[in-house]
């Protein structure tokens, strides 16, 4: 039997806890597929560096999803382009074959809430996989992301609120290599 996770909210540490719970699960020897959606660019300049231990880990299969969001000057990129809604159905895809493939303990799929809030994916979508999940119930699943919406708190079996009580990025703070990204 696997339960649903969610970690949500507009607080730091969502992302940090699906990490931490994938090391502790490969810690005790088991299988875990992490994918993180709209994150997906890989390269000279990776952003994202929780990967570079994660692909260190032999029991964590790792799945990126997204195109590149940062611009040549530093800049971000909010808005939408066609390649993002491809590459979140593509992560939806992957996700879903994944948990009929009963190999894993834990999947973890990594801002998949965030692409419902932002637009990348519909709420039904996201719960399609939800539905894939229930079909199955083998091991865990742990959706993460800014925005969870009623329909997927309601089906969750743990559901974390990340709450932003204060912040230094309203001090003017960019983000920190190795803090934030």
């Not at 969610?6 to 090391?23: F, S």
């Not at 993180?36 to 994660?54: A, S």
């Not at 940062?70 to 879903?96: I, M, V």
């Amino acid at each position: 039997m696997g339960y649903l996770h969610v970690y949500t909210g507009n607080g730091k540490g969502k992302t940090t806890a699906a990490v931490g719970l994938a090391i502790r699960a490969a810690g005790a020897g088991e299988r875990v597929a992490f994918l993180q959606f709209d994150k997906g660019f890989e390269g000279k300049n990776e952003h994202y560096h929780e990967r570079f231990i994660l692909r260190q880990i032999p029991l964590i299969d790792l799945f990126f999803f997204g195109q590149e969001r940062f611009l040549p000057d530093g800049r971000f990129r909010f808005s939408n382009e066609a390649g993002d809604f491809e590459q979140a159905l593509a992560g939806l895809t992957k996700a879903k074959e994944l948990v009929r493939s009963r190999h894993y303990f834990l999947i973890v799929c990594d801002e998949a809430v965030t692409c419902v809030a932002t637009g990348l994916l519909k709420p039904v979508e996201l719960l399609s996989l939800v539905d894939e999940f229930d079909a199955h119930r083998h091991g865990d699943l742990v959706l993460t992301g800014r925005g969870a919406f009623p329909e997927l708190i309601e089906r969750a079996d743990l559901v974390s609120d990340v709450r932003l009580v204060k912040h230094y990025f309203y001090q003017g703070v960019p983000a920190r290599r190795g803090i934030e990204f």
